[in-house]
């Protein structure tokens, strides 16, 4: 969801919404797959692992966004649009507010293995797919773009802010300990294991002013996380005046960031 220039092109689908990969691309797949598969067993939560199983992502090759379409409209009534590598907000507003996740066409290349700031197939279908079979998380993803969508400019950005430390990097609590259900962490190998197991980062207990005034950057490990006690707490923002609260952090001031600025 940025206007910034990427290095990659999306490839164009077919009038059933399938994309030609090649035998280079399917074979990133395979490995970033088959390497983060068991690293998420026991660090996702398992309203995750639940939404990886019911889609059973193919290990052998690219996912095609009909297929993972089928099983998103049979749960929570969502489906996948290819997009090109990179969209303006209101594209991706518009999108989810129609109960349609974008998802990039192009996987990145070997030499970006462990790390992408763009959002390639792998990050789309593994990282956000599987938490949108939970309805809490779609019903939430569902309200944000239609709010976004009638959102000024200035508050889009400040939506973001709230996307970042939930949907992209969110954590949660569990009877099994500190979990993640943050597409952003769960499609990387070592923000996975970092967020859950490292004692370098902040994590604070979620609070959605707080969440508005916390600056991030996409291309660090984040300092900072924001933790969840159950998916409730997505729920429950969805009856939230988020733009009023929006106004009230403008009105406490922004935080200062606890990492370098570019």
Not at 179 to 184: D, K
Request: charged fraction near 20%; include cysteine; proline fraction near 8%.
């Amino acid at each position: 969801m940025s206007p910034k220039k990427t290095s990659y092109v999306a490839h164009p689908v077919d009038e059933h919404g399938n994309a030609n990969y090649t035998e280079v691309e399917n074979g990133v797949w395979h490995d970033l797959i088959t390497r983060q598969t068991p690293i998420v067993e026991h660090r996702a939560c398992n309203e995750y692992l639940n939404g990886l199983k019911l889609l059973n992502l193919p290990t052998n090759r690219v996912p095609q966004c009909p297929e993972i379409s089928a099983v998103l409209r049979d749960t929570t009534g969502w489906s996948l649009a290819p997009v090109p590598a990179l969209i303006p907000f209101e594209q991706f507003f518009g999108l989810l507010a129609d109960r349609k996740f974008p998802a990039a066409t192009f996987i990145r290349r070997r030499d970006e293995l462990d790390y992408l700031q763009e959002p390639d197939i792998f990050h789309e279908t593994f990282g956000h797919c599987p938490m949108l079979t939970n309805q809490a998380c779609a019903d939430f993803t569902h309200t944000y773009g239609k709010l976004g969508l009638a959102a000024s400019p200035e508050d889009q950005i400040m939506l973001a802010r709230l996307y970042w430390f939930t949907i992209e990097f969110g954590l949660i609590n569990t009877p099994q300990g500190l979990r993640a259900y943050g597409g952003g962490i769960l499609s990387s190998m070592n923000e996975t294991i970092y967020c859950v197991e490292s004692p370098i980062p902040i994590r604070k207990p979620f609070d959605v002013l707080e969440v508005l005034r916390t600056p991030y950057r996409i291309d660090i490990m984040q300092p900072i996380y924001y933790v969840i006690d159950n998916f409730d707490v997505l729920y429950h923002l969805i009856d939230m005046d988020l733009i009023g609260l929006i106004n009230e952090a403008r009105r406490l001031g922004m935080h200062q960031p606890i990492y370098e600025t570019n």
